[in-house]
């Protein structure tokens, strides 16, 4: 099993928060890898917020290389993370030549583009850079978009955040994913280290997924390029998401309709049956077979936790009105926010879906027996 945490919050976080409710669910991973997802950020971002980031790490020479495929495509260095790293990593951790987190301006033939547009070059950009990588392994690109910041290493999570310096470098956040990897491969993989991030919509993930093939079989047929990868049997809960939500048009209410649709009896008695059978049969092979417990986050920041019909992954929701944690275990949301009423902490069933807006920090659910909010015209 892995462990997760995010936190979302009125004020700019350090990393170090989410780390520590991590450390304190470490009987519940191996200490294999780690996962830090940062949005809103603050710190040395927070003025230029509309510019795109590029998250990975590179050799001497990777970085060669991307310096002149962006060269080449207009893009010009703004500012970018120093990591000063000890000379040696911490025990298994593999040594690297370069940690790059680096904001670029945007190239003058795209100021004309459409969002749609932005969208799109960013994340082929992105899948080129991953492809040229994977070609000589001296490239790994996590992610290439505003105001996000995706960091993965190999290593035990508080050990690694040591070692690149997090608390050092100035990077903070309103939004923060962390994962604790347990390694469920033969080899460990950084691009299967969670959350997992596309669009501006990003997941992590609790269980193991047994319906992997059909979901990644059905998406791979969608002809779009971002479906793509797969290290990891959980990064199709990010690409499930990411297609109810962009290329079916439907609320995030509908997400778990389409990944635990109701049995029949059920759903027959539902305000949209007509909508929600067409989508349960329709989208048939993205149902998915637990256990899971997913968390993640949209792109306007908001935070979201569901269970799979199972419900054998834990999950607690609970805060104190500036900040709320989602997290795998009690005592990592003890952690994390150890001032809180914990009479209004909640752990979701598997109707439940989990929102906190970032707009109020209010903890809402919704149920797959309530009417869906928003239906496509």
Not at 354 to 369: A, F, G, K, P
Request: charge should be neutral; include cysteine; proline fraction near 6%.
């Amino acid at each position: 099993m892995c462990r997760l945490l995010a936190l979302t919050s009125d004020d700019y976080m350090s990393p170090r928060l989410a780390l520590n409710g991590l450390a304190a669910m470490r009987e519940g991973y191996d200490g294999s890898g780690v996962g830090l997802l940062l949005r809103d950020l603050g710190g040395p971002f927070e003025k230029i917020k509309g510019v795109p980031i590029l998250s990975g790490i590179f050799t001497s020479s990777g970085l060669k290389r991307l310096d002149r495929f962006m060269m080449d495509k207009g893009f010009t260095t703004k500012y970018k993370v120093t990591f000063h790293l000890p000379k040696t990593p911490p025990r298994g951790v593999p040594k690297r030549d370069i940690y790059l987190v680096r904001a670029y301006d945007w190239p003058d033939e795209w100021e004309d583009f459409s969002e749609s547009d932005i969208k799109a070059q960013l994340m082929m950009t992105r899948l080129q850079l991953k492809q040229m990588g994977d070609e000589n392994r001296d490239m790994f690109v996590f992610s290439f978009w505003p105001d996000t910041v995706l960091i993965k290493e190999i290593g035990d999570p508080v050990e690694v955040a040591r070692y690149l310096g997090l608390e050092n470098n100035g990077l903070k956040a309103r939004i923060i994913m962390a994962q604790g990897r347990q390694n469920t491969n033969h080899h460990i993989d950084l691009y299967a280290c969670h959350p997992f991030f596309l669009q501006g919509f990003s997941t992590m993930t609790n269980g193991e997924n047994t319906a992997f093939l059909p979901n990644r079989d059905f998406l791979m047929s969608r002809g779009f390029p971002g479906y793509d990868g797969y290290m990891s049997d959980s990064e199709v809960f990010t690409h499930i998401l990411h297609y109810t939500m962009s290329k079916l048009k439907l609320g995030l209410e509908a997400f778990k309709h389409v990944i635990t649709p109701l049995a029949d009896d059920s759903l027959q008695a539902h305000d949209n049956a007509a909508l929600l059978r067409q989508l349960k049969y329709g989208c048939r092979n993205l149902i998915i077979d637990g256990p899971n417990c997913i968390i993640g986050c949209l792109p306007d920041n908001t935070l979201l936790m569901v269970q799979d019909r199972k419900k054998l992954r834990p999950g607690v929701v609970g805060g104190n009105g500036s900040t709320v944690a989602l997290a795998s275990e009690f005592c990592g949301l003890d952690a994390a926010i150890p001032s809180r009423d914990r009479g209004r902490d909640f752990q979701p069933m598997h109707l439940d879906t989990v929102v906190i807006r970032q707009s109020d920090l209010t903890v809402d659910v919704y149920q797959q027996t309530d009417p869906l909010p928003l239906i496509p015209t």
